[in-house]
């Protein structure tokens, strides 16, 4: 039976991974990869972890569209409340149901509510529950919508979160309350210890850029009411997705960048004093990253993801709880949880390889035993495949103009079907070493590459490993994360450059070492990595200086890439990346500075075109892509039409910086696959 496309985009993701107070039950959310309607479809379930395999749905329910997503254990354990859109299409409602799932959920916010609630949390004693939304629209708004007299002031009428709490007694009332609704926007909080006040953040706006330019104010608030009291401003981003804040003590713990000048920087634990009001850099962010946190199960005590290099360490603030050789998975959406007591202690986590998807584990740290809690029906087929052996290359930075030298890591993920017939097209299948290649470049810039069943975008890398035709190789380049500060720092006002050139250098090792053959390499990259794909296109055979390469690209494919640097901090929406990483902003240099032009490919096709050097080129663009304007890509599209290079540019329309939708996602699959063949083989 073949991997198709199909199977790999309806393979779930797991994500809300909860242990439960006792610690010995786990809920969790499943979703595929590729949603199929109008709607995401989002599944609960429930695991013993002293069973392997005995994930099990936790509602009976499961015969509607419903979007099911971040449970939470009643602090008694005898409840789970959770997000969903059951009753009304549309609706984001905190709702309730017993740990058993036996009966019918019932809504605990109103369902006529349309607005979406970013996080909730219980009160430590399970009465009362905060959450964050935006207010609904007014009767105004609605009216004037309804008469098409809406007109939008730019900047205007912002949707602020408000922080708000109902109690869980009150279900069927829908009896909510709001402690903070001044025009600010609230990012996240954390309940006191206590549960007499709530701990929380805001921002000027909503956006993305607002933290990044302007920082995050702290405050604490009675849950009674009353005014907020301010304790101190952090002068740039703070990591707010999963658990933003965790308070114990009189101290309030976070993840923040470790350059707090800097809005782009390797990420640390922060601890703030609420008796002094001042904080402090605690622990990591020196070699490592520190990735999430949490409050651990049974003691309290916190607990904290880190990304070092390649692998990961569950830590507390003084010992190592967990090591693992490969990323736990989506830690932005809590892919992990924590127990601890005096007789045990255990981390639940979400995990997967390029060649199988997420399952949820279990590992006991006391022996280090692992059991594997899910048994998804789409892994199957998958772990009989056994898609790829998997390798780490490495190599040296140049060191070019006295720049610190690091080392530099990329895998190499070469495919390893024992049966032919799983291979698609095998007439025409080939083996290597060397490899024909596809370079799959990460975003961000401050993300990595490791194995996992997501690495790049859009699962794209099992997609290829599945045809038993190429290798992909995955390069880590200055600038990526869990690498440390002076790593993260060394892309700042070098953009296009030193990422550019490490990815070359590690290439060149992997031509050195014959798994890649240089004759046929295309390069595939998404967001940043989309960037440096149309990079790779017009300096196809040069490294950034121009110093000229051995081989060359074949093909170059761009998802929502952005081709010029200036255009970027125009139209983007984190212009401040863009100063940190490019040098300069287009409102802030001379007139005749051309900093934002070192690293935007549209400024060196002219000189790629008189040299014959540019390959074919393959773009893709989301229609409503508010991260980097679709316009990006077609301008690369326009000024490749204009010198008559080879170019194909897709649009999907409803898709934004990441698609979702399964019928797209195949699409993109099977383009990108068909592309590859032309030019590789």
Not at 174 to 197: C, M, Q, R, Y
Not at 220 to 233: D, L, P
Not at 312 to 333: A, G, K, Q
Not at 614 to 640: E, I
């Given at each position: 039976?073949?991997?198709?496309?199909?199977?790999?985009?309806?393979?779930?993701?797991?994500?809300?991974?909860?242990?439960?107070?006792?610690?010995?039950?786990?809920?969790?959310?499943?979703?595929?990869?590729?949603?199929?309607?109008?709607?995401?479809?989002?599944?609960?379930?429930?695991?013993?972890?002293?069973?392997?395999?005995?994930?099990?749905?936790?509602?009976?329910?499961?015969?509607?569209?419903?979007?099911?997503?971040?449970?939470?254990?009643?602090?008694?354990?005898?409840?789970?409340?959770f997000?969903?859109?059951?009753?009304?299409?549309?609706?984001?409602?905190v709702?309730?149901?017993?740990?058993e799932?036996?009966?019918?959920?019932?809504?605990?916010?109103?369902?006529?509510?349309?607005?979406?609630?970013?996080?909730?949390?219980?009160?430590?004693?399970?009465?009362?529950?905060?959450?964050?939304?935006?207010?609904?629209?007014?009767?105004?708004?609605?009216?004037?919508?309804?008469?098409?007299?809406?007109?939008?002031?730019?900047?205007?009428?912002?949707?602020?979160?408000?922080?708000?709490?109902?109690?869980?007694?009150?279900?069927?009332?829908?009896?909510?309350?709001?402690?903070?609704?001044?025009?600010?926007?609230?990012?996240?909080?954390?309940?006191?210890?206590?549960?007499?006040?709530?701990?929380?953040?805001?921002?000027?706006?909503?956006?993305?850029?607002?933290?990044?330019?302007k920082?995050?104010?702290?405050?604490?608030?009675?849950?009674?009411g009353?005014?907020?009291?301010?304790?101190?401003?952090?002068?740039?981003?703070?990591?707010?997705?999963?658990?933003?804040?965790?308070?114990?003590?009189?101290?309030?713990?976070?993840?923040?960048?470790?350059a707090?000048?800097?809005?782009?920087?390797?990420?640390?634990?922060?601890?703030?004093?609420?008796?002094?009001?001042?904080?402090?850099?605690?622990?990591?962010?020196?070699?490592?990253?520190?990735?999430?946190?949490?409050?651990?199960?049974?003691?309290?005590?916190?607990?904290?993801?880190?990304?070092d290099?390649?692998?990961?360490?569950?830590?507390?603030?003084?010992?190592?709880?967990?090591?693992?050789?490969?990323?736990?998975?989506?830690?932005?959406?809590l892919?992990?949880?924590?127990?601890?007591?005096?007789?045990?202690?255990?981390?639940?986590?979400s995990?997967?390889?390029?060649?199988?998807?997420?399952?949820?584990?279990?590992?006991?740290?006391?022996?280090?035993t692992?059991?594997?809690?899910?048994?998804?029906?789409?892994?199957?087929?998958?772990?009989?495949?056994?898609?790829?052996?998997?390798?780490?290359?490495?190599?040296?930075?140049?060191?070019?103009?006295?720049?610190?030298?690091?080392?530099?890591?990329?895998?190499?993920?070469?495919?390893?079907?024992?049966?032919?017939?799983?291979?698609?097209?095998?007439?025409?299948?080939?083996?290597?070493?060397?490899?024909?290649?596809?370079?799959?470049?990460?975003?961000?810039p401050?993300?990595?590459?490791?194995?996992?069943?997501?690495?790049?975008?859009?699962?794209?890398?099992?997609?290829?490993?599945a045809t038993?035709?190429?290798?992909?190789?995955?390069?880590?380049?200055?600038?990526?994360?869990?690498?440390?500060?002076?790593?993260?720092?060394?892309?700042?006002?070098?953009?296009?450059?030193?990422?550019?050139?490490?990815?070359?250098?590690?290439?060149?090792?992997?031509?050195?070492?014959?798994?890649?053959?240089?004759?046929?390499?295309?390069?595939?990259?998404?967001?940043?990595?989309?960037?440096?794909?149309?990079?790779?296109?017009?300096?196809?055979?040069?490294?950034?200086?121009?110093n000229?390469?051995?081989?060359?690209?074949?093909?170059?494919?761009?998802?929502?890439?952005?081709?010029?640097g200036?255009?970027?901090?125009?139209?983007?929406?984190?212009?401040?990346?863009?100063?940190?990483?490019?040098?300069?902003?287009?409102?802030?240099?001379?007139?005749?500075?051309?900093?934002?032009?070192?690293?935007?490919?549209?400024?060196?096709?002219?000189?790629?075109?008189?040299?014959?050097?540019?390959?074919p080129?393959?773009?893709?663009?989301?229609?409503?892509?508010?991260?980097?304007?679709?316009?990006?890509?077609?301008?690369?599209?326009?000024?490749?039409?204009?010198?008559?290079?080879?170019?194909?540019?897709?649009?999907y329309?409803?898709?934004?910086?990441?698609?979702?939708?399964?019928?797209?996602?195949?699409?993109?699959?099977?383009?990108?696959?068909?592309?590859?063949?032309?030019?590789?083989?």
């Amino acid at each position: 039976m073949s991997i198709t496309s199909e199977a790999i985009v309806d393979s779930l993701k797991i994500e809300g991974v909860q242990l439960s107070p006792c610690g010995l039950r786990v809920v969790y959310s499943t979703k595929p990869i590729g949603r199929k309607g109008d709607a995401m479809v989002s599944t609960l379930w429930i695991a013993e972890v002293t069973k392997e395999h005995s994930a099990r749905p936790l509602l009976k329910d499961m015969s509607g569209d419903y979007n099911d997503r971040q449970p939470r254990w009643s602090p008694d354990g005898k409840k789970i409340a959770f997000l969903s859109n059951r009753g009304v299409k549309g609706a984001c409602v905190v709702s309730l149901v017993s740990s058993e799932g036996e009966e019918e959920p019932r809504p605990l916010t109103s369902a006529r509510c349309k607005e979406q609630i970013s996080v909730f949390d219980w009160s430590p004693d399970g009465k009362k529950i905060a959450f964050l939304s935006p207010d609904e629209k007014s009767e105004e708004q609605s009216e004037k919508e309804k008469t098409k007299d809406d007109a939008i002031v730019y900047g205007a009428n912002e949707k602020y979160n408000r922080l708000r709490l109902t109690n869980v007694t009150d279900v069927g009332d829908n009896i909510v309350k709001v402690l903070f609704a001044e025009e600010k926007h609230v990012s996240t909080f954390a309940w006191s210890p206590a549960g007499d006040d709530i701990a929380f953040t805001t921002h000027e706006d909503s956006g993305m850029e607002s933290p990044m330019s302007k920082g995050v104010h702290f405050y604490t608030i009675s849950a009674s009411g009353g005014a907020a009291a301010s304790i101190c401003f952090y002068p740039t981003e703070m990591q707010q997705f999963g658990r933003g804040l965790v308070w114990l003590e009189d101290k309030i713990y976070f993840i923040g960048n470790t350059a707090v000048e800097k809005p782009y920087s390797a990420k640390a634990l922060y601890e703030l004093s609420l008796k002094d009001k001042t904080f402090a850099l605690k622990r990591f962010g020196e070699s490592n990253c520190a990735r999430a946190m949490t409050s651990m199960k049974g003691s309290g005590a916190l607990a904290i993801m880190i990304g070092d290099n390649l692998h990961e360490e569950v830590h507390t603030l003084t010992d190592v709880l967990l090591s693992v050789d490969r990323e736990i998975d989506d830690t932005m959406f809590l892919g992990w949880d924590a127990f601890e007591s005096p007789s045990v202690s255990h981390i639940a986590y979400s995990q997967s390889s390029v060649s199988t998807p997420a399952e949820l584990f279990v590992t006991f740290t006391a022996d280090n035993t692992t059991r594997k809690l899910s048994n998804n029906d789409s892994s199957s087929l998958f772990h009989e495949a056994e898609l790829a052996q998997m390798q780490t290359i490495t190599c040296k930075t140049d060191g070019r103009d006295g720049a610190p030298v690091f080392d530099i890591y990329a895998l190499f993920a070469s495919p390893t079907i024992s049966d032919v017939s799983t291979a698609p097209d095998t007439s025409t299948r080939t083996r290597g070493p060397p490899w024909p290649t596809v370079v799959v470049v990460h975003g961000g810039p401050y993300h990595r590459s490791v194995d996992s069943f997501n690495a790049g975008s859009h699962a794209m890398v099992p997609a290829l490993l599945a045809t038993g035709k190429y290798a992909v190789f995955l390069p880590n380049y200055r600038g990526s994360s869990c690498r440390g500060a002076a790593f993260a720092a060394a892309i700042r006002g070098e953009a296009g450059m030193v990422d550019y050139d490490d990815i070359l250098s590690l290439v060149d090792e992997g031509i050195a070492h014959n798994l890649i053959d240089p004759r046929r390499i295309v390069v595939f990259g998404w967001s940043w990595g989309g960037m440096l794909s149309m990079l790779a296109s017009v300096r196809s055979g040069q490294d950034s200086a121009g110093n000229s390469k051995s081989w060359r690209w074949r093909g170059a494919i761009s998802g929502a890439g952005s081709s010029d640097g200036d255009m970027a901090a125009l139209t983007a929406n984190m212009y401040s990346l863009r100063e940190a990483t490019m040098g300069a902003l287009p409102w802030n240099s001379d007139a005749y500075d051309l900093t934002g032009r070192r690293g935007s490919a549209i400024w060196m096709m002219k000189n790629a075109v008189q040299e014959k050097r540019m390959p074919p080129v393959l773009l893709f663009h989301g229609a409503q892509d508010y991260g980097v304007s679709p316009d990006q890509s077609k301008a690369f599209w326009r000024a490749c039409k204009y010198h008559e290079t080879p170019c194909e540019l897709v649009l999907y329309p409803r898709e934004s910086h990441g698609f979702i939708e399964r019928q797209h996602i195949i699409d993109l699959h099977s383009r990108v696959l068909g592309f590859i063949e032309q030019h590789t083989l």
